[in-house]
């Protein structure tokens, strides 16, 4: 069964606004300084990259729980690298720490395996590069 999950509007000003229909919330888009836009929200490209991090912080979530392993605290920084022609993102590099995490090397293995392996990683192009790197 399809259902509909979010609604989006385009308000002018290279801007767009989507709502999540089950709980209301809302996200503002603008385009980039780069590419005529004000750059005072997230790019549609940004949320791309973004929606790859908080896919694979949720996916390493479920592992941890299912482990035993306390991942709150775990941090990340995410780069995104634009191609000019034809625009589109090239890479997309995310590092996440959590220096003091405790698990096993198993553990920390089977927290990295999930993260490149969540569902938003796996739907992008194989040409979209991902440089993921763990500091934990």
Same mark, same amino acid.
């Given at each position: ?9 385009? !308000?002018?000003?290279?801007? %767009? ?10 996200? $503002?888009?603008?385009? =980039? ?7 005072? #929200?997230?790019?549609? %490209?940004?949320?791309?990259? #973004? ?5 694979? *912080? $949720?996916? *390493?979530?479920? !592992? ?7 991942? %709150? ?16 993102? #090239? ?27 969540? =569902? !938003? #990683? ?15």
């Amino acid at each position: 069964m399809e259902t509909i999950m979010a609604e989006a509007e385009y !308000v002018g000003g290279l801007r %767009t606004k989507a709502t999540h229909l089950r709980s209301g919330n809302a996200i $503002t888009t603008d385009a =980039p300084v780069d590419n005529n836009g004000k750059g005072e #929200a997230f790019s549609p %490209t940004d949320l791309v990259s #973004a929606a790859l991090c908080s896919c694979m *912080m $949720t996916i *390493m979530g479920i !592992v941890a729980e299912r482990e035993g392993v306390n991942l %709150t605290g775990l941090k990340s920084e995410v780069i995104k690298v634009m191609n000019s022609s034809p625009r589109k993102i #090239a890479e997309i590099k995310i590092h996440f720490a959590h220096p003091g995490l405790l698990a096993s090397e198993e553990q920390k293995l089977k927290l990295k395996n999930a993260a490149r392996t969540c =569902p !938003v #990683a796996l739907s992008l192009s194989s040409e979209l590069k991902q440089t993921i790197s763990f500091d934990f």
